[in-house]
Every structure is written in C-alpha cells, then in structure tokens.
C-alpha cells in the first residue's frame, strides 16, 4: 500500500472510495446518485475520476468527478426512467426529470473503462467500444468492431454480451486487446481499423473432451473470458469460466495452466505489477454448485512461476461458512504490489504482503463490482 493510495469500488448503489487513515480506512460514498456502476477508473497525475454504469432503468453513462465528491454525468442512452417521464410530466417534476440528447440508443450499460494514450474506452453491454477524446464528455463507437465479420456469433453470457476487459500497450497505441464475454479475446495492431479474434489453444496445450458449452473444445479456450490481464511485451493472462490460462505471443495461443488449482471456475485474475510471473486468482466451486469459495472457505491462489504451480494462501480471510463471490473486476494490485478484492456480501480484503496474509478493510458496503487501485 502506498501513503496516498486509495480503493476505488464499483458497487450496485454507486462509487465509493477507500482511503488509508492512521487506524482504519475512510469510506467515502455512496456516490454517482446511487447508480449501478460496473467499473471506477483514475487518473493518478490529475486525480480525475471516471466511473461507467447503468442499467435499464436510467439507461448507461459515464460519471466524471475532479474531486472524488461532485460528479457529472455524461448519459450515453435513455432507460425507462426516460419513457416514462416523457410521457408523465407529474413524474417528470417528481423525479426532477429533464430531457438529454443522447448518444446512442440500446446502450444498456457501461461495464468497464481504461486510459491509454491520451484517450479513454469504455466497453458496453451489449459488446460496443467506446473512445473518448475529450475525457469522457463525447464519445463514438469504433465501427471495425461493431461490424466485425464474427458478430452473429457472438453469445451472451449470465450478465449479457459484455465488453469487460481493455488492455493496451503503453509503447505502441496501435495495440489493443479486449475481453468479451462470451465471444473471446480481440486484439489489433492497427489502432483499432481492425480487430483478430484470438481464442485458440496453443498446440501443445491438451484438451480433454468437455460438455459445457463454455469449456475448451475444437483448439480453442472456450469463448466466456471473466478476466484478462496484461504483462510485458505480448504476455496475457486470462481468468475464463472454464480455466486460466497464458499467452506469450499476445493472445494468438493459449496455454491452460489451470492444473494445481482446486476447480476450473472463477472471475478474476490479477497480476504483480513488476514480476510478470507473479498472479493471483480466486477461485469458486462451480457456476452450477453456486459459485463460492471451494469447501466454503476462502482463499486466493498464488503463482510466482506463471502458473506453473499454485499455493493456497488463506492467512486472514474466513475459513468454513463462506459463500460470497468475488466478481470478475473485483480484484486489483496497487504501485507496491498490495492486493485487494471485494465481494458480493459488501467486504474488501487487502493484503500489503503480496497475498500472504489478508485483513477486511471495509465491510456492509453494496455488492462490489470493481475494485481498482490510485495512488498519487
């Protein structure tokens, strides 16, 4: 944990933010009118915050804060909220309703957000990426995605087609990886003119025959990735609902390392932020045996030789009769290489020894949805 980091968490009754104290952790929330909001994002030079949301009924947006305590809404689509007011105007005084010009129709929410090279994504449900110039007051739609070849293909998964995880290369803004769920990993190399579809299997990989429809199968990883992550050069991490698994050569070849972990299920993955080889997961007993810890007892699972092998560490989280679940975005790294994750059931855990040992740093918050870290 740096001396100025703070916790940003995406929750389903809005933003909230963490912040060291000499003996426990500020909370500061419920921010953004008490949104749904998928995914909190900073910018750690400005101090600037994003957070995307939504839901059918407000419809989707992007909320901007300078000051992490006054927020401003760019709405992107028209929900409910909108029909309705339009055409009551006793609700539309109730609710102090007004009408905004939007961007986009059949936008049903922002879920997640990434900074790199001057600009900022966002990546939509259902499947859309979103770039903005201007620090999230305008936005526009790429086309080579929204028209790509493979789209009718694409299927959604429990929370719909969603656009989840935005990965860019700090030396090379040509390059772009992006994680839908469930139709694969994406990536181009041209700025976004156009985008492969990168999904299979490396050929030394093994693939046992499997019945769920999420699993690997035909030399490809299964197409529902929860989570992916990026190290140096082209080196990618995916956590999928159907096993983790590695990629040197930027997402054109996956190998499963799944083996050594107690299921093949789960959400995140998180990885150190100077030892590439270093990954955290947290892994959950099953999508059909209801998606808790394995035994009811929490753990995260750590690799330093990516993911060659794996070590429980259990050291402060709880032990018997716990069923939360830990989302896809929920888990983050800090500069210092602290670790943090939040659940469902409204607790963050921290761990300020690389995952060794872990403390609860808040807990009855909403159901968490994002966790990410800032530090200035």
Known sequence: MTANSRVLLGTTKGTFVLGPGAHDWSVSGPHCDGWCINHVIGDPVSGTLWAGGGGEWPGAGVWRSEDGETWELCKLSNGQLDEWAAADPD????????????????????????????????????ASLLFSADGGRTWEKNAALENHPTRETWNPGAAGLVLHSMLSDPGNGDKMWLGIS?????????GGKSWERRNRLSNDAVCA????????????????????????????????????????????????????????FGFPIAIHPRDPATIWVLPLN?????????????????????????????????QGACFFTVLRQSMATDADAGVYFGTNTGSVFASFDEGETWSEIAR??????SVETLSR
Not at 112 to 119: D, E, K, Y
Not at 364 to 369: E, F, Q
């Open 91 to 126: 609700m539309a005084a109730f609710m102090n309703w007004t009408p905004t010009d939007v961007p986009f129709e059949n936008l049903k929410a922002v879920w997640s957000l990434h900074r790199a090279h001057g600009g900022l994504y966002a990546g939509t449900n259902p």
């Open 182 to 190: 469930a139709a694969g990993v994406f990536a181009t190399e041209d």
């Open 209 to 264: 025959e499997h019945h769920h429809p999420a699993a690997p199968r035909n030399g490809e990883t299964g197409h529902c990735v929860h989570n992916m992550q990026r190290g140096p050069d082209d080196l990618l991490y995916q956590q999928n609902h159907h096993g983790t698994y590695r990629s040197t050569d930027g997402g054109r070849t996956w190998n499963d390392v799944t083996d050594g972990l107690p299921s093949t």
């Open 286 to 318: 099953g999508d059909m045996a209801g998606r808790f810890p394995p035994d009811a007892s929490a753990a995260v699972w750590k690799s330093t030789d990516a993911g060659a092998t794996w070590e429980a560490k259990r050291d402060g989280l709880p």
């Open 364 to 369: 009855h918050l909403p159901t968490i949805l």
